[in-house]
């Protein structure tokens, strides 16, 4: 059968350049036209060891083409636990002897594991012999199963590749991108680069910027090409869409940051009121279309009034929520213990209102000595550009110079 590689490339988004290529099986049909391979690998037909010596072609032809690239480039290949499962002697890597046999250096060369259902302990002892040996580990097409968090945490890859596809069909915008963020973050927390694959458009490749993505591939650049590229062949393209995102970012954030300062305006005013007239003097006041609610605490953080919420002109009161402790949220510790506690504003991470299922975030401040205004303001994007939904808004003073 012939059965070959081509190259996807993998773009490092700060330096622009071609830092790496998956390597990808293709082969031909009927016709003559090149295709994916993938189905090859999964037909039941074909017997498990025909399967694995295809897979093991496919790789020696890549390490031996990639053997000429730059020393600064990577290769990505593809193992299956289904190869991991049936190795006896952990000691005879077969790629490794391939590296060998190309001259390759081991840390040019990332293995990604796909469809972690192997046996985990198996999958880890593998990881860790690659990784005496210099190579890196990846977590292929994350997104597929959240329920494999436990086997990240257990074999700690160096790279986590989220598939931006995962979410492309039939979920809410707000969601998805609340998902792929939370995914990069966590690969932060855990120490991975995330590259994100799949990307195709400019909004993907916008959402990847702010899912803590080192690299992008997918055809917003390039397909799995038959030959390598220039270092170099996609720099100014990568120029051209982060200073596109730049220029949106900018918009979006100098609207939020005047909307930020009209409701903090508002925040005093409220504050003021709340303090002369007590919470008898709602009647007259309107507030920001924006605010969802507000409430009182104590500085130990319990809730002394109830959830006030402004709709078609009249504030309605739930005093159900009195007596609940909010001193854990970050927004709340961090103002009483803040040295300027009387006049500093702080303002909560974006997050989905349970009550409501709108994007808010929690604006706190004094309201006296004793007592903390709490305020849940919708998040709601301050222009129609295509990464509003993506940019949040916080900042602080810096002090005058002297």
């Known amino acids: 059968m012939n059965i070959f590689p081509w190259f996807q490339p993998i773009i490092e988004i700060a ?10 099986a293709r082969t031909r049909n009927e016709k003559g036209e090149v295709v994916s391979a993938a189905q090859i690998f999964c037909d039941a037909a074909r017997s498990v ?39 006896l002697n952990l000691d005879l890597l077969p790629t490794l002897e391939m590296l ?78 609340a998902l792929l963020q939370m995914v990069g973050d966590m690969g932060a927390r855990l120490g991975c680069k995330i590259i994100c694959e799949g990307v195709e458009t400019p909004e993907e490749f916008f959402l990847a910027l702010h899912c803590n993505a080192s690299y992008i591939q997918g055809f917003i650049f390039d397909p799995a090409l038959p030959d390598f590229v220039a270092e170099d062949a996609k720099r100014s393209q990568m120029n051209g869409l982060l200073n596109q995102h730049l220029d949106l970012a900018i918009d979006e954030t100098t609207r939020r940051q005047w909307h ?13 009121l709340l303090v002369s007239g007590g919470e008898g003097g709602l009647e007259t006041h309107h507030p920001d279309e924006d605010v969802l609610r507000f409430y009182i605490c104590n500085r130990a953080g319990q809730q002394i009034s109830p959830n006030y919420s402004y709709d078609l002109g009249i504030w309605h009161a739930d005093d159900s929520v009195i007596g609940n402790n909010w001193s854990w949220r970050p927004y709340f510790y961090q103002l009483v213990g803040a040295s300027d506690f009387e006049r500093r504003v702080l303002r909560s991470s974006p997050y989905l209102d349970i009550a409501t299922g709108e994007r808010c975030y929690t604006l706190s401040l004094a309201l006296d000595d004793t007592r903390v205004l709490l305020v849940d303001v919708k998040d709601r994007a301050k222009s129609n550009n295509r990464i509003s939904s993506l940019i949040s808004c916080h900042s602080d003073l810096m002090p005058a110079l002297s």
């Open 15 to 24: 330096s622009g350049r071609v830092a790496g290529y998956e390597a990808l």
């Open 49 to 87: 060891e025909e399967r694995r010596d295809l897979d093991r072609h496919v790789r020696r032809q890549a390490l031996a083409r990639f053997a000429a690239q730059q020393d600064n480039q990577f290769l990505t290949v593809n193992i299956s636990p289904q190869w991991i499962d049936s190795l």
């Open 100 to 177: 060998k046999e190309a001259g390759v250096s081991p840390d040019r060369v990332v293995i990604e594991i796909t469809e972690l259902n192997g046996d985990i302990e198996r999958i880890r002892a593998f990881s860790e012999r690659y990784r005496q040996e210099g190579v890196k580990i990846a977590f292929d097409d994350f997104g597929t199963g959240f329920q494999q968090l436990d086997r990240i945490l257990a074999f700690r890859p160096d790279i986590i590749k989220l598939d931006m596809r995962m979410f492309r069909h039939g979920a809410q915008e707000h969601q998805r991108s």
């Open 260 to 272: 930020a300062e009209r409701l903090h305006s508002e925040l005093i005013a409220l504050r003021e």
